[in-house]
């Protein structure tokens, strides 16, 4: 597993790139390249040079391109197990095994009419589609592959061996395929996996495996910047599930579906994630994590997370114990969970680092309909508005956490509407505009409770928020809370417009702090 992966795979990607682009025009402007061509009508004894004299077997041209200078490949139509008469090398209806790593492109023709649409078919074999092993450089272009079935890993294709390469790219649709131990679409245990284009979508994997459309291994990458990832099912990591490494520049991850943990993507300990773009949206898990589940390290840069849900707690997000996630600009966006942490869940001893973007319109229906931070959280810049849950609406805390110039708005929940500082909560609020949030209970901004319980405000604005006790802050059950500086103002309640201080409380206000008109109220 290579580390500092977050640049090395930028550098993979755009490389990557430039590779591809070069074996795509190597041929003179205006001049075809030449092509093998395969269809199940043709004869291997043919030349393989033109539609007429095609190949019959997709075997018998790979072999071909092995001896000569001929890289393309064109299918014409449907090739399976009465076609090909495979011997099922590698546990595969179709199987390459190159030592030269120039790129070989398999691909259809782009205008091609229905019965001419490529498909490699492996239905009713009991095998998986395609197996690409040693060092070869595997191009798919306007093909479809499906019906691939294995009892081990990858039922639509597999990679093993030394730095394998396979790119999939426009037109390509990598569907219906299952495989018992993980990785219904694709499994990558080597090598390198570059997603241009095309639909990976409907692949299962079968009980207890993960990765229903692709599995990463721990010395491979799988490199995203476009098409899509949807509709696969798994225990874990419904679209995928992360040992090695990835990075997404582009593309949608949705609609895919854990039995337990991360719908979209489950990013194991070790595992490293790069989002620099692209879209989470639509995931759903039956535990944790409806869009990811995160027990490594992950980097999301200006991507969106959004209407992913879980059954129990992260709905956009959770990590988990030990894992690391760092998030700048962005948005997450509508995701739900039916315990805690709508948008993100930062489980104890693990860590979010967060600048800028927002986090608006999720919902938890207990606690932090926002984030609920367990571990160690630091946001800044960040827009938290209109979410929702039972205890803290924006976030609930019961860790380290820091806002600074944060904007904490329109949240709502029975308790502290826009922060709920709970059991073990050390928690700072520095030059933050918290207003217009509203508890059905206590502590229209901020709700603080337990002994173990210190929270610090430093420069914040308290203004606008609505409850029945405590308008701005609620301070109860030994909960320690600092003021200097900021102001609490036009908040509403029936007691305590300002603060409702529960007795055993302590509260330090400097002595020049103005609560205008409104009024503490303090437990006898």
């Known amino acids: 597993m ?8 930028l550098a993979i990607l755009f490389g990557g790139i430039l590779l591809n682009a070069a074996a795509q025009t190597a041929t003179a402007p205006g001049q075809l390249p030449p092509s093998f061509y395969v269809k199940a009508g043709g004869n291997d004894g043919n030349s393989g040079l033109s539609e007429e004299n095609a190949f019959r077997t997709l075997a018998r041209a790979i072999a071909s391109v092995a001896e000569g200078s001929i890289r393309i490949i064109t299918v014409i139509g449907t090739l399976d197990k009465e076609s090909e008469n495979s011997d099922y090398r590698g546990g595969a209806l179709f199987y390459v095994n190159l030592e030269n790593p120039e790129q070989v492109t398999i691909r259809g023709k782009s205008n091609a009419l229905e019965n001419e649409q490529a498909l490699l078919d492996a239905s009713g074999c009991g095998y998986k589609v395609f197996a690409i092993e040693g060092s070869s450089n595997v191009r798919f272009e306007h093909i479809g592959i499906t019906g691939g079935t294995s009892d081990r890993g990858g039922g639509g294709i597999r990679m093993y061996g030394e730095e394998p390469v396979l790119t ?29 284009g095309g639909v990976i979508s409907g692949n299962k994997s079968g009980d207890g495996a993960s990765g229903g459309g692709v599995v990463v291994g721990d010395e491979a990458e799988f490199i995203m910047s ?3 990832i949807s509709g696969n099912v798994a225990d874990w990591g419904g679209g995928l599930d992360i040992y090695g490494s990835m990075i997404m520049t582009n593309g949608n991850i949705s609609g895919n579906t854990a039995i337990n943990s991360g719908g979209g993507v489950y990013i194991n300990k070790g595992a490293e994630f790069v989002m620099e773009g692209g879209r989470i949206v639509g995931n759903e898990s039956a535990d944790a994590g409806g869009g990811i589940a995160l027990s490594g390290n992950a980097w999301l840069n200006n991507s969106l997370i959004s209407n992913n849900k879980a059954q129990s707690s992260g709905g956009g997000i959770i990590v988990f114990e030990g894992a690391s996630l760092v998030i700048s600009g962005g948005t997450i966006s509508g995701n739900q969970a039916q315990l805690n942490g709508g948008g993100v869940l930062v489980d104890k001893d693990c860590s979010l680092s967060m600048s800028g973007g927002a986090i608006s319109g999720n919902q ?20 938290i508005i209109n979410n929702q849950a039972v205890w803290g609406g924006g976030i609930y805390s019961e860790g380290s956490s820091s806002l600074r110039n944060c904007v904490v708005s329109k949240n ?26 509203y508890a059905f209970s206590g502590g229209g901004g901020i709700a603080a409770f337990s002994v173990n319980n210190d929270t610090f405000l430093l420069d914040v604005k308290i203004t606008n928020n609505r409850t029945d006790q405590g308008g701005g802050i609620y301070l109860g059950r030994g909960a320690a809370l600092s003021i200097a500086g900021g102001i609490i103002e036009h908040n509403a309640a029936n007691s305590g417009i300002a603060i409702y201080r529960e007795k055993l409380s302590p509260l330090v206000l400097p002595e020049y702090y103005s609560l205008g008109n409104n009024e503490i109220f303090e437990e006898e």
């Open 2 to 9: 290579k580390k500092n992966v977050k640049f090395g795979l």
């Open 226 to 228: 476009g098409g899509e």
């Open 412 to 437: 709502r929940a029975f308790w502290g509407g826009a922060f709920y500082s709970g059991k073990d909560s050390q928690a700072v609020i520095i030059n933050s505009d918290i207003s217009e949030n």
């Open 364 to 383: 938890a229906n207990q606690y932090g309909g926002g984030v609920l931070a367990q571990g160690n959280s630091a946001i800044s810049g960040t827009v």
């Open 168 to 196: 999939i790219s426009q037109g390509v649709r990598l569907y219906d395929n299952k495989a018992a131990d993980g990785g219904g679409g694709i499994i990558a245990l080597d090598g390198k996996v570059f997603m241009e």
